[in-house]
């Protein structure tokens, strides 16, 4: 699983990651069958899920902004996507959820009751459970 910059590459729980057989990297390899991108490096996972649609499976957006302007390569995000955002983000929220699913073909979102924006480690056990849902939990 690819966290692009951004995202600083400290593991939020290395135990349930190891029990998931998910390896975390800080650069594009290709094979990699997952993304994930917290706040605006969101933008940097999914400028890589566009470029390489026949590798990235899974893409996780967690508390991403929607842009200010139209993007006209999402298209090309095939990737199914998670879209994780907090109900009490004063950055995001549920409108900036809203707005990335409506231009996700695959995107589904599952709000935080009471989250805020820096959801990375709270959720992480479910961010695992999307980009590795065939590893069995060893432990």
Known sequence: MLLPAGVTLVDPD???????DVELLAEWQDGNAAVVGWSSAGWAALELAARH???????VLVATP?????????DDVAAKTLLLYGSADPETGSSHARWWQRRLAN????MSPG?????????WPRILSFVA???????
């Not at 290395?14 to 998931?20: E, G, K, M, Q, V």
């Not at 649609?53 to 893409?59: F, I, K, N």
């Not at 995107?107 to 599952?110: G, L, Q, T």
């Not at 989250?115 to 959720?123: E, F, K, S, V």
């Open 14 to 20: 290395p135990d349930a990651t190891a029990a998931r």
């Open 66 to 74: 929607r842009p200010e302007e139209d993007v006209d390569w999402l």
């Open 115 to 123: 989250g805020g924006h820096d959801l990375l480690a709270p959720l």
């Open 53 to 59: 649609p026949g590798d990235v499976e899974r893409l």
């Open 107 to 110: 995107a589904r979102v599952e």
């Open 133 to 139: 849902p065939g590893a069995a939990r060893r432990g």
